[in-house]
Nanobody, 115 residues
Framework: QVQLVESGGGLVQPGGSLRLSCAASGSVFSMYQMGWYRQAPGKERELVAIIASVGSQTYADSVKGRFTISRDNSKATVYLQMNSLKPEDTAVYYC?????????WGKGTLVTVSL
């Protein structure tokens, strides 16, 4: 059974940084596209960043230049380095795993950007 467990969320001031981690189990991690999505209060879930099995990356325009997604296949872990955080980045961040129509979600980790 696939499990995705996020960690690293918390409260940070505007301009600060956080690093999210997502540990995966129950799958051949290196084969899967991995991604981070977020859902702010009252809004729909949206794509933040994805990283393909071969390492190519895609970002939402709102986070380009500030966030970096990476993966460590030896640890079955995907990361999201978030810099220059803004209040509008406040959301629950979800880890996502996808391959050939099969997709899985973590339970999410809350990121709050506030003074």
């Amino acid at each position: 059974q696939v499990q995705l467990v996020e960690s690293g969320g918390g409260l940070v001031q505007p301009g600060g940084s956080l690093r999210l981690s997502c540990a995966a189990s129950g799958s051949v991690f290196s084969m899967y596209q991995m991604g981070w999505y977020r859902q702010a209060p009252g809004k729909e879930r949206e794509l933040v960043a994805i990283i393909a099995s071969v390492g190519s990356q895609t970002y939402a325009d709102s986070v380009k230049g500030r966030f970096t997604i990476s993966r460590d296949n030896s640890k079955a872990t995907v990361y999201l380095q978030m810099n220059s955080l803004k209040p509008e980045d406040t959301a629950v961040y979800y880890c996502h795993q996808y391959l050939g129509g099969m997709d899985y979600w973590g339970k999410g980790t809350l990121v709050t950007v506030s003074l």
